[in-house]
Each structure stands twice: as C-alpha cells, then as structure tokens.
C-alpha cells in the first residue's frame, strides 16, 4: 500500500508526527519511506511492506498529512503505475525536465573517438537549439579486441566541450561502478560545466551489483536500456532495482531485441511495447532507434528506416530519444553504419518535430468525449 503525502510536508509538524505514528503502529507492516523531488514541490511517499489486507484504506486517507492512498497491485512497487490516478515520475536535471508527457532529443556520439569530431558535434547541437546529449565513453564491445572507448581520459574535454556548447546533460554509459566516480571527480574538478545522465546498457540490464551501485546515487538521473534477450518484465524488474535503492529518476529505453527474425534490421523494432511502459510503470520512455535499426539504408519514399521507426515511436508517445550522428560515419570507431550525419541534423529534428506533433494530435482526438 502507498501513502501518498500533501506536497511539502513538514516533516517536523504534529500532522506529520501523528501521521507517521498511526501508521508505525500498524500491525504486521514495515514503513518505507521515500522522497519524491518535482518542480517545485516535494512529494514524500510512505510504503507500508507486509500484509495490508486488513487496512482500512479510508482510515489511512482521513490521517492529516495523507492526501491519497493507493493499494499497489503489481510487482513495480515504487515506480509501477498502480492506478490511473498515478503522477508520472516527474524530475528537472540541471534545468532539464523529464516526465511522461513532455519530449527530448538526445542526439551525439556512440563513442566519443577524438575531441574534434566532439566539438563538431556540440557545435551541431548548439547550432540546432540543443540541451542534451549522448557520448559514449565506455563502451561494452562484444569483441575484445575491439575499440573499447577512451574512458576516463576522455571525460575532461567531453565535459569542457559540452559546457562551452551550452550542452546541459549527457547521456553516458557506465559498466562499473568506479564509472560513476571516474565522472563525480571529473565533474567536481571542471566546476560542473554540465550534467551528467547514466546509462545501463542492454548488456547490463539485470547486472544487478551494477543497479544496486547506480541506484544508490542520488546525483544523476539514470537511462536504463531494455534487456535484448529478456523479457519486457524482467527489464521493468531491473528499473525497479535503481527505484529501491533509492533514486527513482528513471528513464527506460526501448532499443529493439535479438531475434532470429530481425534481418535486415539489426534488431527487432520493439517500439509498439511503448504504451505498455507506459501503462505498467511511471517512467518516461525512451526510444533508440539506432540501435535498433542498425543501418542508414531508405525506401523508395527517401526517409531512412532509422527516421521511420524515429517517427513511430515518437508518434506512440516516446519521451525521449537516443540517436546516433557522426561528422564522418566511414571513420567513426564504433557503429559508424547506423550514425546520422550532422547536416543530416536539422531535418532529423523537424522530423521529429512532426510526428510529436501528430502524436498531440491523437491524444487531443482520443481524449474527446
Ligand atoms: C549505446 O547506446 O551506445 C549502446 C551500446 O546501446 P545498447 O546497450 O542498447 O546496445
Ligand atoms: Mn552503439
């Protein structure tokens, strides 16, 4: 069951004291509590873990800090939807604002190869009124004798760059825990020229020592990539480590599955599970379509399959997308055949422009009564 606060409540008020103590004398429940940072407002949300059958719900909702209590029906305890009256995960980063309803583009390197083409993509985005990022620095190979990304010695002029290019989060995978220091003391030591989003990659998507560390920190937001091999449950189950470990500002990334049918994409297009994310959870979507789709091949109609599935998604709701550009694909070091080019950029954006537009229009058309 969760228990759901007035916004700002006072910890140190004889509501909050009188509510905090009916609930700890509650038989057979454990209280867990958790803070919930919106705009503006501070949510704290109270779980009570154990047998909740008997509880009276009306009881709980007539305490004076209570605003509303939901009875949790699902596995997703702490970032599950649970009923439609649900407030999305709603969270600014470094001036950035993320939820289920709004719509940001996180377009730049797979993997950062050298600080020019890092400056020439920044400048790209700055120039087509960008905020926000990918690079990759560590980079989960599965060869191991190929390119693993420059890691930490790369970060400094990553960093630097993004904040001379007004760039305001970067999407960055880790893969070890020590990532997260490696990018804390870089950032520390530059004065926080940006912010920085952490991502879990398919292929850590249930390294469950990975999540408990991510999940442990509160500075950075996190963008947890779906499983390709394991199921859209399992996956939502490992946003959920991040969630109780404390830090419940999850974005969740649809990125395509390994199938023996996915040819000639490089996986199978899961993009039709958006609204499911959605309904289950209280996460933001993301979608990948690079990743996904793999290639820059086009129809017959002139529009690269990365820019339809783009659009499909972002027509089904997407909140965010992850996509891959490059100066110079042909010498990029890691997935130069899925990158987008920078002059490339501008349409890409109308583009989305567009189906996010459509997308508004559905929802306005579906919400008439
Ligand atoms: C990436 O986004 O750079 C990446 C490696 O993606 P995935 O984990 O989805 O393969
Ligand atoms: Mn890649």
């Known amino acids: 069951m969760l228990v759901i606060l007035h916004p700002n409540t006072d910890e140190s008020s004889e509501e909050y004291k009188l509510t905090w103590k009916h609930l700890q004398g509650l ?32 009881e709980i909702e007539s305490l004076p800090s209570v605003e509303r209590v939901i009875r949790i029906s ?20 470094n001036g950035i604002h993320f939820n289920q309803e709004n719509f940001k583009i996180f377009a730049g390197l797979c993997a950062v190869d050298n600080k020019k083409n890092v400056e020439r993509m920044m400048q790209a985005l700055q120039e087509n009124g960008q905020e926000c990022t990918r690079m990759g620095a560590y980079k989960p190979r599965t060869n191991p004798y190929s390119f693993q990304g420059h890691g930490m010695e790369c970060l400094t002029y ?55 560390a991510v999940g442990r920190q509160h500075t950075y937001p996190i963008l947890l990539k779906r499983g390709f091999g394991i199921s859209l449950n399992e996956s939502l189950n490992a946003a959920e480590y991040l969630a109780s470990e404390g830090n419940n500002q999850v974005i969740f990334c649809l990125r395509g599955m390994k199938t023996s049918f996915n040819a000639p994409h490089r996986n199978m297009v899961d993009f039709a599970h958006l609204p499911i994310v959605k309904r289950l959870t209280r996460m933001p979507v993301c979608i990948d379509p690079s990743h996904s789709v793999g290639t820059r091949e086009k129809s017959p109609d002139g529009i690269m399959d990365i820019l339809h599935s783009t659009s499909q998604g972002i027509i089904a709701g997407a909140n965010m997308v992850l996509v891959d550009f490059h100066p110079s694909p042909t010498e990029a070091l890691v997935d130069g055949p899925q990158a987008l080019t920078l002059n490339e950029l501008p349409r890409f954006i109308e583009d989305t422009s567009i189906s996010r537009q459509a997308y508004e229009k559905r929802v306005a058309l579906w919400q008439e009564k």
């Open 27 to 58: 038989p057979d429940v454990r209280l867990q509590k958790h803070h919930v940072q919106g705009r503006g407002q501070r949510l704290t949300e109270i779980y009570l873990i154990g047998n909740t059958t008997k509880i009276d719900r009306e």
């Open 74 to 93: 699902h596995d997703f305890r702490i970032l599950g939807r649970h009923s439609t009256e649900t407030n999305s995960i709603d969270f600014e980063y």
């Open 158 to 212: 990553v960093f630097e760059l993004a904040g001379k290019y007004g760039i305001k989060v970067v999407a960055m995978e880790v893969t070890h825990e020590m990532h997260i220091e490696e990018i804390n003391q870089c950032l520390e030591k530059l004065g926080n020229p940006t912010g920085v989003m952490l991502q879990i990659g398919t292929r850590n998507t249930q390294n469950f020592e990975l999540l408990k």
